[in-house]
């Protein structure tokens, strides 16, 4: 038997594992959907709150197979076209409300922060990821009870978008010794990267932006989260 697809570089098995994970999460959340509109008004709470965490389950299921679709990738590959980052923060708070709910966690667009202010182009869909695995970062190191704050500028050149918010703790993630077990180093990875690798996929895609990924952490708990990116003119 010939070695079917074994020329496939592993970029593109992990697209093809991504488009495979997709399938079943998206009739995963149409039945939900369609659970959801079928519960009755004397539906009791209990019902209604599973409901729920499993809509949100299937968020960062879609979330985590979109990461892994995106770390395929081996240049930006998008078209560019006009992205405003206030509606993509705003976007990006709408699809991780949920997420943030269960964690007690506020998620809050930047009042000041006005459509129109902050506008390039970029892939857009590349983009949207990068913001998503922000507030994912944001909200697993955020402090019970607290305000996730997400706004954005324009310098020169540069747009910024980031989040600020209360760390429950302030620590540094040590790389383990080295010949570390397997088990060490996937407890040091994700420590240093979050669930689903959310602040490497920020590094990667500001890297496909032309840009870098800034954080910064105080003794006393308060900390930001930074993507930059290159700023090309509107035309």
Known sequence: ???????????????????????PIAALITNLSFLESSLGPGAGSEAAEALG???MLCDVLRRLAGNLDLLSRRGAGGSLSSCDLADLGREAIG?????????????????????GQVVGRWDRALYARAVDNL???GIERAAPRSRLLVTAAREGAEARIEVRYTSRSHFVVEPPPS??????RRRYIQAAYGRGLSLYCVRFVATLLGGRLDATSGEDGRARLCLVASCPEER
């Open 1 to 23: 038997m010939s070695d079917l697809g074994g020329d496939a570089t592993m970029e593109e098995l992990m697209a093809v594992m991504a488009h495979d994970l997709n399938n």
């Open 53 to 55: 965490d499993a809509q």
């Open 135 to 137: 507030l994912a970062f």
């Open 95 to 115: 699809r991780l409300d949920k997420q943030a709910s269960a964690a007690e966690v506020e998620l809050v667009l930047d009042p000041a922060l006005r459509r």
């Open 179 to 184: 010949g570390a077990l397997p088990a060490q």
